[in-house]
């Protein structure tokens, strides 16, 4: 394509969403933007009312702890202080990335800050909602401590069905600066119960 230059960690991104339908990236921000951004969330935990999440859309939204227990903070791009516009740039680099070369027609994003306090799960689910079908990638952004353990939990699973119909489950654990991503309309995706508090921006690519 003349004039434009290949990126080498987006097109591993876009190789594995075309074979697999998911990606995961360790890559995708340094490790001092990984540093910086866990360090804004946790002012951010000290400073903003994270609000318990809800399932379900608008008016249907109800908060049900059984389902799952994370608290959100929704990011505002046009509000974004100096270190969430790092975060954006970035993400938006990649959407230009996506459109430009796999045409996906991506045109909005929403993401929030996501703590998972000891003990809180969400149970499997899908993220499109019976009303609104735009959201066409789902994306984490873990912010752990880097000596994040694997008896801690909060695995991703991914329910991911085999070229025979077998269905199976693939756990990504939640290591600092790991970002997964997945398609948002056939994933059916859980987290497992955390054992210590998980740190997680996670959002969406959205089209018309």
């Known amino acids: 394509m003349v004039g434009f230059d290949l990126n080498p960690v987006y097109e591993l991104i876009i190789d594995d969403l075309v074979n697999h339908k998911y990606a995961i990236s360790d890559h995708f921000f340094s490790d001092e933007e990984v540093r910086i951004l866990r360090n804004h969330l946790l002012l951010k935990q000290e400073q903003e009312n994270f ?88 994306l984490v952004f873990y912010l752990n401590d880097e000596n994040w353990q694997a008896d801690y939990g909060g695995e991703l699973a991914l329910f991911l069905e085999g070229d025979n119909g077998q269905q199976s489950e693939l756990k990504i654990q939640p290591l600092a600066g790991r970002m997964a991503l997945f398609d948002s309309k056939t994933i059916e995706h859980e987290v497992k119960k955390v054992k210590q508090q998980r740190y997680s921006i996670t959002g969406w690519l959205k089209t018309r």
């Not at 939204?61 to 790092?86: C, N, P, T, Y």
């Not at 003990?119 to 909602?129: A, C, I, K, S």
């Open 51 to 138: 609000k318990k999440a809800a399932i379900g859309k608008l008016f249907n939204e109800q908060v049900i702890k059984e389902v799952r227990g994370d608290f959100i903070l929704w990011m505002e791009e046009e509000k974004a202080d100096e270190v969430e516009q790092l975060f954006f740039a970035k993400i938006n680099d990649l959407i230009a990335y996506l459109n430009r070369t796999c045409y996906l027609g991506i045109c909005e994003s929403e993401f929030h800050y996501a703590i998972y306090p000891e003990g809180t799960f969400y149970q499997r689910h899908l993220d499109v909602f019976q009303n609104d079908n735009r959201r066409t990638l789902s």
